[in-house]
């Protein structure tokens, strides 16, 4: 075993498992900072959906992002279509109007559901295997130490602390990658059952306030049309001269002849 080859190897060992590192906390700001951004969203959705006055105003509720927010988007654009009157004639529209309902705000909750678990199988791996690649490059270290100790004719302290505390310093690496990431997964992973939980309960909820008004929603702008509709009935009508009554018509008559 050349002297080269063990370099190698055990340079190559730390530098993919500084790597991994680099990549364990690159991971961990970027979730760190998008739980953080879906906690502000869903708490400041949930504020303005329940102060508002019925569904037909929470549904009219401006600029709203995050997970919450994205799941009642697809509730109310589910309502809208199925109180359209438009025939369809599909699979997807076998359904009655809250199995579909419940169907789509599930589809969409499956879709958060992945963006929140997306990087923590890299993170998982990392946090798995990151001791057993340190081991390894320890151990291949160790072995050319012990391969030059013996070339050498000389087993003193001095000869072999060195070679052999150079290879330990792969099982210390690969330790400190593999302890953020398994912390780091396993914060996510709860992060990530707090926000389903909130969503299933308010996609529950959100079924019972459909049901209790309906499944009836108008499209955006209807109600204003409307209003503006029966402003222009009162003010053409308001425009139209009164008819007189009969009983001055009567007199005027009588007055002629």
Do not use: C
Request: glycine share 8%; hydrophobic share 45%; aromatic share 8%.
């Amino acid at each position: 075993m050349s002297d080269i080859a063990t370099n190698v190897i055990v340079d190559g060992t730390l530098n993919t498992l500084i790597g991994a590192s680099v990549v364990t906390w690159a991971l961990i700001l970027v979730k760190g900072v998008q739980h953080l951004r879906i906690s502000y969203h869903n708490r400041n959705f949930s504020k303005r959906f329940w102060s508002a006055a019925d569904i037909q105003a929470a549904s009219q509720l401006p600029d709203q992002h995050g997970p919450a927010a994205r799941v009642a988007g697809i509730g109310f654009s589910t309502l809208i279509e199925t109180d359209s009157g438009a025939s369809t004639h599909d699979l997807e529209h076998t359904w009655d109007r809250q199995e579909l309902l419940d169907r789509r705000l599930r589809q969409q909750m499956q879709k958060e559901r992945g963006s929140l678990e997306s990087g923590l199988a890299v993170l998982a791996t990392i946090g798995s295997i990151s001791p057993f690649v340190g081991l390894f490059g320890t151990v291949w270290g160790i072995m050319g130490a012990l391969t030059n100790i013996s070339k050498s004719g000389s087993a003193s302290l001095e000869v072999v602390a060195g070679p052999i505390g150079e290879a330990l310093i792969a099982t210390a690496v690969g330790i400190a990658v593999a302890v953020p990431a398994v912390v780091g997964y396993n914060f996510f992973i709860r992060r990530n059952k707090v926000i389903w939980a909130f969503l299933d309960d308010f996609a529950i909820d959100f079924v019972h306030l459909a049901l209790k008004h309906g499944f009836v929603i108008e499209r955006s702008g209807s109600k204003s049309a409307n209003a503006a509709a029966a402003r222009l009935t009162e003010i053409s009508a308001a425009k139209k001269p009164a008819p007189k009554p009969l009983h001055d018509e009567l007199i005027a008559k009588e007055a002629h002849a």
